[in-house]
């Protein structure tokens, strides 16, 4: 039995650096950095007082007033990402097909905000003050949920929460779901907004955020670079048409890339740490490039995890020389967490839009703020900025709290 073929046929992106496609990319692969003092809430008092925070967000633009009352910020992320991806992919979904089309993301934490405004309520005026839409606005599958709702897709309807694998996952999950026949289509990646005082109180008493460049946030996210002094907390979003080739082509859909491997591994070691042998990442990476049939020297660029944390960055370099050997000194390594911050559950899905689009428009991007150099990571991490190249496969991976591993291969598209 021929195993189908999935390709990519829209993107859509919300994040710190844009609120649209080509105006992320380009700030992407200019170098630009989204990440900026906090606004969302008065962070005088906090230790890191720094975000990749979504800037001039509308929900107007997508969703009516009431409805949009009726969402957290990470809710009204998804559904203004889906709108858009659906009119980038060019995709019509009808009465006849959208039992086919399905809708798979991924969510680290959900409505944190919201939990946090109805405490407060609860605490100070009592539980006749907590609103009728409380729950269905905070929890976590009222993403894709609602994206159904606004966009008409009946198919699977799936959150996976995975922590910052979720999105990576979440593609992984959609693109099994069109290899098995389940469905033609589907919307997938991730979409988190946790820039709150729990959210961030929380890391900071994790010691996982940056707090010694407040005055400096445009540095402060410094993937493998050896001055890296923890993550900067980002929201937004990143989603993926995915499609069967057959539909794709029978549409005369625009293909960016092709999806030819998924890994998913778990560490069975710790709660928030990765294992010091990097033996899940790998093991991960591995899964998703034997999938493929390919080798791992066919694998040319790789859209890295790359937190900034002490831990992450050495581990996930120590899983690429394992998996790759001395082909590993060759790749061309992103980290686009150095420009947005960390979105969390988002991450896998906005690394996957820009995953595509490196190899779509042949740039790979650079990695700021990588300028002096770690013993523990000494690969070739674009620090000297984003570069014209071709390249043929892009890897990316995420790895999450409880030892959660995803990587997705990604393919230039060839008839």
Not at 105 to 124: A, N, P, Q, S, W
């Amino acid at each position: 039995m021929t195993k189908r073929r999935v390709v990519v046929t829209g993107l859509a992106t919300l994040n710190p650096l844009g609120k649209d496609l080509e105006t992320s990319w380009a700030n992407l692969v200019a170098g630009k950095s989204g990440i900026g003092p906090i606004t969302h809430f008065d962070a005088s008092e906090f230790t890191s007082q720094i975000a990749g925070e979504v800037k001039g967000f509308d929900p107007a633009e997508y969703i009516p007033a009431k409805e949009a009352r009726r969402m957290d910020r990470f809710v009204q992320f998804a559904v203004a990402t889906g709108k858009m991806l659906v009119e980038d992919s060019g995709i019509t979904i009808t009465d006849e097909n959208a039992d086919r089309i399905g809708v798979l993301l991924g969510v680290g934490l959900g409505g944190l905000d919201t939990i946090e405004v109805f405490h407060t309520k609860l605490v100070e005026a009592g539980p006749n003050k907590v609103s009728p839409f409380m729950i269905p606005m905070l929890i976590s599958n009222m993403a894709p949920g609602q994206v159904a709702i606004f966009t008409g897709a009946k198919g699977p309807n799936v959150v996976f929460t995975s922590a910052c694998a979720s999105g990576t996952h979440a593609i992984g999950h959609a693109y099994t779901e069109i290899v098995m026949g389940r469905c033609d289509a589907a919307i997938t990646g991730g979409v988190e907004s946790t820039i709150t005082p729990m959210g961030v109180s929380g890391f900071t008493a994790l010691k996982a955020l940056c707090s010694n460049r407040n005055e400096t946030p445009e540095i402060a996210s410094r993937p493998f670079d050896a001055e890296r002094s923890g993550f900067v907390i980002g929201e937004g979003s990143g989603f993926l048409m995915l499609e069967s080739l057959e539909s794709a082509q029978a549409r005369g859909a625009r293909i960016y890339a092709e999806v030819v491997g998924f890994g998913s591994t778990g560490d069975a070691y710790h709660m928030t740490a990765p294992r010091e042998d990097a033996d899940g990442m790998a093991r991960c990476m591995k899964a998703a490039i034997d999938e493929a049939g390919i080798t791992p020297a066919d694998v040319d660029a790789i859209n890295a995890h790359g937190t900034s944390t002490s831990l992450n960055d050495k581990a996930e370099t120590l899983a690429m020389k394992k998996v790759f050997g001395d082909h590993a000194y060759k790749l061309r390594i992103s980290a686009n967490k150095s420009q947005t911050g960390h979105l969390l559950g988002a991450a896998g899905g906005m690394e996957g839009v820009f995953s595509c689009m490196t190899l779509h428009k042949g740039i790979v991007p650079g990695t700021a703020n990588h300028t002096t150099p770690d013993p523990d990571c000494d690969l070739n991490y674009m620090g000297g900025g984003s570069e014209e190249y071709q390249a043929n496969y892009v890897l990316s991976s995420n790895f999450g709290f409880g030892g959660t591993n995803a990587s997705i291969l990604f393919k230039r598209f060839a008839d």
